[in-house]
C-alpha cells in the first residue's frame, strides 16, 4: 500500500461512498479504481486532477503526506498545493506556537511545507495570541531594532499578499533571502517594496515569485542579557515624538 492508495481509502469513506460511485464519478471502472486503492497501479494524471477535485485535496497531499494524521477541517490549504499545520492548542487552551531554531534556519526552506518536519518543532504556548496561526522566527543582523541575534520574532501567518499594510511589520520567507523581517512599503505589479529599521539599509524590492510565506510580526522573545541601547530605532523614536506630539497637545489645552 502506498500513501496515495491510503489516502484515497481514507477520503472515500470519509464520504461514505462506495467504490462504484467513485468510480462512476471518475468515469472508469470499479476494477480500475480498486486497483489505485490496493496500490497495484497508480492512476494517470488525468485521473489523479480528477480525484483530487473531487475531494477537495491537492495532488502534492494525496501522493506525499499521510493526511489520516491530520483533521482535514481544519487544515489552512495555499493556493500553491502546500498547507499549513492546524492551529493545536495546549491543555489550557492556548495557541501552540512552533519555533524555527536559530542554527537551522535555513532548513526551513526545504522543511516548512513538510508536515513532518513543523511538527519535530518545539513549541510554546502565549495565551495573548489568540485567532489565527503563529510561528516564531530567529532574528539576525541589525536591521531591525531592536531585535538583534538570539531574539525570535513571532508571527501570524497572511494568507493573502492583498492583507499587507503599509508601514507595518512581517517576516518575509523567499526562495533567494530566506527568513527577513522587513516593514512592508508598496505592492508593485511584480514585486514589494520593503524597509529596514535601520536606516544604513536601504529599501529594496522583493519579485512575488520569490514569496513563499508572510507572517505579520505579533510578539518578540528577547534573550535574557537584551538591553536596548539603541534610541534611534524607528519605534522607540516615533514613540517619543508621538508622545511629545500628545504633551504639546495637552499644554494648549491647559493654557486656554
Known amino acids: 500500500m502506498s500513501v496515495f492508495s491510503d489516502n484515497i481509502r481514507f477520503l472515500r469513506g ?7 460511485d467513485l468510480a462512476d464519478t471518475l468515469i472508469i471502472t ?4 480498486v486497483s489505485y486503492e490496493d496500490g497495484r497501479s497508480e492512476p494517470p494524471i488525468e485521473v489523479l486532477v480528477k480525484i483530487s477535485k473531487f475531494f477537495n485535496v491537492s495532488i502534492d497531499l494525496l501522493v506525499s503526506v499521510d493526511i489520516r494524521k491530520y483533521p482535514l477541517e481544519e487544515i489552512l490549504k ?3 498545493n502546500r498547507i499549513v499545520l492546524p492551529v493545536v492548542v495546549d491543555k489550557l487552551g492556548n495557541n ?22 513543523i511538527e519535530s518543532l518545539q513549541r510554546i504556548s502565549l495565551p495573548f495570541l489568540v485567532n ?14 531592536p531585535f538583534k ?3 525570535y520574532i513571532i508571527g501570524k501567518y497572511v494568507e493573502d499578499i492583498e492583507h499587507l499594510k503599509p508601514n507595518k511589520s512581517y517576516v518575509f520567507v523567499t526562495l533567494n533571502d530566506g527568513i527577513s523581517y522587513k516593514r512592508f512599503k508598496a505592492k508593485k505589479k511584480k514585486s514589494i517594496t520593503v524597509a529596514a ?11 512575488l515569485g520569490e514569496i513563499v510565506e508572510i507572517w505579520q510580526y505579533a510578539s518578540g522573545i528577547f534573550p535574557e542579557d537584551f538591553e536596548p541601547d539603541n534610541f534611534e530605532s524607528y ?3 516615533d514613540m517619543f515624538l508621538e508622545l511629545r506630539k500628545e504633551i504639546r497637545e495637552l499644554e494648549r489645552k491647559i493654557s486656554r
Open 14 to 20: 470519509k464520504k461514505m461512498i462506495t467504490q462504484q
Open 30 to 33: 470499479r476494477s480500475r479504481y
Open 78 to 80: 495555499l493556493p500553491d
Open 96 to 117: 501552540s506556537i512552533e519555533i524555527v531554531p536559530q542554527k537551522a534556519s535555513m532548513g526551513y526552506l526545504s522543511g516548512y511545507s513538510d508536515p513532518e518536519y
Open 132 to 145: 489565527g496561526k503563529y510561528r516564531a522566527f530567529p532574528a539576525k543582523g541589525d536591521s531591525m531594532p
Open 149 to 151: 541575534d538570539g531574539s
Open 197 to 207: 529599521d535601520n536606516s544604513f539599509y536601504k529599501p529594496y524590492d522583493i519579485p
Open 235 to 237: 519605534p522607540v523614536k
